[in-house]
């Protein structure tokens, strides 16, 4: 996702990743993308901390917009995922376990 400084690019028919998408946080950007009229949006989570239910009300008006894939950023496995990105694709890291893993905060 490109922008220049002070400007921010419209979501309205892109396609977007959002890494932890099931987890409080993510899940409330999950329902502003639907809101937003993305085309696509898919959340990938390990489902550690995020759960379906929190995808509940998003799946109900995005229908097959909105594609959960049950796996971790770190897993070789969801490469595929994220190799669909493109440049252009916007990618949202809201994994909140992994910034506080990072940051020294959760053992």
């Known amino acids: 996702m490109s922008t220049q400084e002070g400007t921010a690019q419209p979501v309205t028919g892109q396609r977007v990743l959002v890494t932890g998408g099931a987890g409080t946080i993510g899940s409330t950007l999950v329902d502003q993308l639907v809101e937003a009229g993305v085309a ?7 489902l550690v901390r995020g759960r379906r239910e929190n995808l ?23 490469t595929p995922v994220l190799a669909e990105c493109d440049p252009d694709t916007g990618l949202l890291d809201v994994d909140a ?6 940051s020294g905060a959760v053992a």
Do not use: H, P, T, Y
């Not at 696509?40 to 390990?46: A, S």
């Not at 376990?97 to 990072?102: H, S």
């Open 40 to 46: 696509e949006i898919v959340v990938l989570d390990n």
């Open 56 to 78: 509940a009300g998003a799946q109900s008006v995005a229908g097959d917009r909105l594609i959960l894939v049950e796996g971790d950023v770190r897993d070789r496995g969801a």
């Open 97 to 102: 376990q992994a910034a506080a893993q990072r």
